[in-house]
């Protein structure tokens, strides 16, 4: 529930457009008091008036009431005449390369769960993810270009194998599969193409744990 003052202000709003946003309201009481502001502001406001010409950008306030507010920013451009925004190269790297693999959504969640926020420290959404590969012109995952390129997935190459999911890891973190993983959490890319060059090879015997000193058992 909105209190009193604020129910008030809201109102009046169009009447008094000029000392609205001279004295903005902040009612910590109000339990509502960010969508109440947004709302007073609507109603104060007339029309927004917006024009970029290079990197200034002029904004013209229209209130109710006949009053004006211009305001100008200063964007800080490239070479390239884009905006400068702070990129980390690593970010950049992994990002051109989980795009190849899974969609944005997928992406941000990777991003998030290994702890890599955006270059202003924001948590990673499927919106960020798709805007950063706009800004950087790199292509959106689609289905089958995995298979295009002649790669499978984890499961596929188990399934191929006849063995469980973690078998196939196994062998791949032993190096008896070659595949190739981008990063911890993201997909693994088996190349079709090693994958039938090892079918029909026999496995390497390998001991069941790093120390070579310990013995194994024949039982009959």
Known sequence: M???????????????????????PFHPRCGETAATRKRIIRAALKEIVVR?????????????????????????????GRHREPVHEEALSLIRELARLMPDRQIARLLNRLGKPTSFGNAWTQERVKGFRKHHQIEAYRDGERAERGEISLE???????????????????????????????????KAADLAAFEGKPLRKRPLTPNTSQQTFDFQ
């Open 2 to 24: 909105r209190c009193n003052f604020c129910s008030e202000l809201l109102h009046n709003a169009r009447e008094h457009p000029v000392e609205l946003k001279i004295t903005y």
């Open 156 to 190: 596929e190459t188990a399934n191929i194998l006849g063995v469980c999911t973690m078998t196939a890891l196994r062998m791949l973190r032993r190096g008896d599969i070659k595949g190739r993983q981008v990063c911890p959490g993201a997909p693994w890319a088996i």
């Open 52 to 80: 970029k010409e290079g990197a200034v950008i002029d904004v013209v306030l229209h209130w109710h009431g006949g009053d004006h507010t211009k305001l100008q920013l200063k964007l800080v451009l490239n070479a390239a």
